[in-house]
């Protein structure tokens, strides 16, 4: 039986991970750790939202989802 309760993901929308990334990191740091131009070049969560729900940019969606569950083991 898979217990969602230990996974930090379970529950989160993107949309709220992404916004939890950029208070605590803010896009230029939050750019330095996922390199993608999103989060580099005029920033916003909307562009960066549809960026990484395309299917070809998943690479991308799985580092910022890694590094939101670092950053939950750092508080």
Not at 41 to 68: G, M
Request: net charge positive; hydrophobic share 35%; charged share 35%.
């Amino acid at each position: 039986m898979n217990d969602n309760s230990t996974n930090p993901l379970h529950g989160k929308k993107l949309e709220q991970i992404l916004n939890e990334l950029v208070d605590f990191y803010g896009w230029e740091e939050l750019g330095e750790h996922v390199n993608v131009r999103c989060f580099n070049f005029e920033p916003s969560i909307k562009s960066s939202l549809r960026f990484l729900r395309k299917v070809e940019h998943r690479w991308a969606r799985e580092k910022t989802e890694k590094l939101y569950v670092k950053m939950i083991e750092k508080i």
